[in-house]
């Protein structure tokens, strides 16, 4: 996929201020400090579209952007950050959580995952409660530049072992580096596929 124009569009502080959902919408959601701003702007070609804080926890909004005036790139608030008060963390988990099951474009959820790191908990998870409620969702490995290839390669069997304990089959995995744009095409490439597939048997969205 050629990515010709990129913009902007709105941050919602609640589902229902979200734009008209009558185009495809794919979202990106993770830990903070995932790595999900550098994933964005390297997908996209651009250096600074999605903002990087310096203070994980801190985006609270529902970020949209179109992309070629005919698909939305949706950034999702970071969930689980521990120095945000219980309060915040539950607004959190509402906000992402009612995003999610009543936006009714939604096509598809990367979930990012930090490729360092041992399967965590809270994105076991979250995993989980996408399965139960049907979400349809990809599973996205990022930081792949940070591991020697031998490591990375031994990070991402462990956790599909680890998700093999409860899921038969396992959703599309992608491997990732923002920095370097790993991945990413392979990601822009399964978009415009779906969307060709959504335009050729005529499917429309409704508010």
């Not at 502080?13 to 999900?36: D, H, L, M």
Request: aromatic share 10%; net charge neutral.
């Amino acid at each position: 996929m050629v990515i010709k124009t990129a913009e902007f569009v709105k941050s919602s502080g609640k589902w229902q201020e979200c734009p008209e959902g009558t185009i495809p919408e794919y979202a990106f959601i993770g830990r903070s400090n995932v790595g999900k701003s550098s994933l964005i702007n390297g997908m996209l070609n651009r250096k600074d579209l999605a903002k990087t804080s310096g203070t994980p926890g801190k985006t609270q909004l529902i970020n949209h952007f179109i992309i070629n005036e005919n698909w939305y790139l949706t950034d999702l608030p970071g969930y689980g950050y521990a120095k945000v008060s219980k309060v915040m963390r539950r607004d959190f988990e509402k906000l992402i959580n009612n995003y999610i099951l009543n936006r009714n474009n939604l096509v598809n959820l990367f979930v990012l995952v930090d490729s360092r790191h041992s399967p965590q908990s809270i994105d076991l998870e979250f995993i989980q409660w996408c399965g139960e409620s049907g979400v349809p969702f990809s599973i996205v490995f990022t930081k792949a530049d940070k591991l020697k290839p031998n490591v990375l390669i031994k990070n991402v069997e462990d956790y599909k072992a680890e998700l093999h304990k409860t899921w038969e089959d396992l959703p599309e995995i992608y491997v990732t580096s923002g920095e370097k744009k790993t991945g990413t095409e392979e990601i822009l490439s399964f978009i415009q596929k779906t969307n060709e597939f959504l335009n050729n048997n005529s499917v429309t969205f409704n508010e």
